[in-house]
């Protein structure tokens, strides 16, 4: 009778054990299914539009652009870009500053008329402009354009060619002298070997200049109004009337770039006449808070 190998009867035990196993193993349990989590992707916000004021010209009836300012950042808007020609660049330049709105009313309640005159004899105009500078320079500390807090753009006429310049450096007050040396009132304003002379000329309401510094949204702020048809005036009076009449047609087709047009009523306030500036406040405060639906509709549709 043949033997097995005792070999083999050590591994029976271990296959009979590993036969018990396997036949013991019990169904695995079936794998529950995972809820689908849907992540939703965030909305894509872009960034807040720049906006831009573009203040235009009118004389005493700028006063009308501080009432306008305190409507805007009662409501929260500051603008990013500020450009003034004309009266516009005078409160333009305060703001951009660094002053709010209470503290451009406070030094317009406070101006003394006889700060800004310097009558010039034997000149290209009445006045020479130069406590005008003198004042805007003291105002921002005698900061260049480019210093300011915010960014802040001049608009005024080359007078040998007659076209638009738009100062973004420099010195302040004598871009502003620049943008208001209304013609035959003030001596025109050499600024690097070139003269200048009111940019109510070829840009009344500075919206063009506005786009071109980069702004999304322009608001507008014209203080134009009608000529007081007054017979027998002065020469003044006369002149800005002149003034008035050819700045509203310019005027017009450059308003139709811009987002906002804010019109103050300014009917019955003398261009000439600083002793109105609380009206003139007044009445550009109540054309702010009006327009200010329109404006946060411009702002929600950007974003």
């Not at 409501?75 to 009266?87: M, Y």
């Not at 009445?126 to 500078?133: D, I, N, P, Q, V």
């Not at 003030?186 to 980069?214: C, H, K, M, N």
């Not at 310019?250 to 804010?262: F, H, P, Q, T």
Request: charged share 20%.
């Amino acid at each position: 009778m043949k033997l097995f190998p005792r070999s083999v009867f050590l591994l029976l035990p271990l296959s009979l054990v590993a036969c018990g196993l396997l036949g013991s193993k019990s169904e695995p349990e079936p794998v529950k299914p995972q809820p689908v989590v849907i992540v939703q992707p965030l909305p894509v916000l872009k960034p807040r539009p720049k906006i831009a004021l573009a203040l235009g010209g009118g004389a005493a009836r700028g006063f009308a652009h501080i009432g306008v300012i305190k409507a805007l950042e009662t409501n929260g808007i500051v603008p990013d870009i500020i450009v003034g020609t004309s009266a516009g660049s005078v409160v333009g330049a305060l703001y951009a500053a660094g002053g709010d709105a209470f503290a451009l009313q406070k030094l317009a309640f406070a101006l003394d008329e006889s700060a800004l005159t310097d009558w010039a004899v034997f000149d290209r105009g009445f006045l020479k402009g130069e406590a005008l500078e003198k004042f805007i320079n003291q105002q921002v500390g005698g900061k260049p354009i480019e210093g300011l807090k915010r960014k802040f753009a001049v608009v005024a006429t080359d007078l040998a060619d007659g076209q638009q310049a738009v100062f973004v450096s420099g010195n302040v007050g004598m871009a502003v002298r620049a943008s208001s040396a209304i013609p035959a009132v003030f001596s025109p304003v050499t600024i690097r070997g070139r003269e200048y002379v009111d940019g109510g000329l070829v840009s009344p309401i500075p919206v063009r200049a506005a786009r071109q510094l980069g702004a999304d949204i322009v608001i507008a702020v014209d203080i134009s109004s009608r000529p007081s048809g007054k017979r027998n005036q002065g020469s003044i009076d006369l002149m800005l009337d002149t003034m008035t009449i050819m700045g509203t047609t310019i005027g017009a087709y450059e308003l139709r770039d811009a987002d906002i047009v804010i019109h103050p009523e300014t009917n019955g306030l003398p261009a000439a006449n600083f002793q109105q500036r609380h009206e003139a406040i007044l009445r550009g405060e109540q054309a702010g808070f009006a327009a200010i639906p329109r404006i946060r509709e411009k702002i929600a549709a950007r974003q």
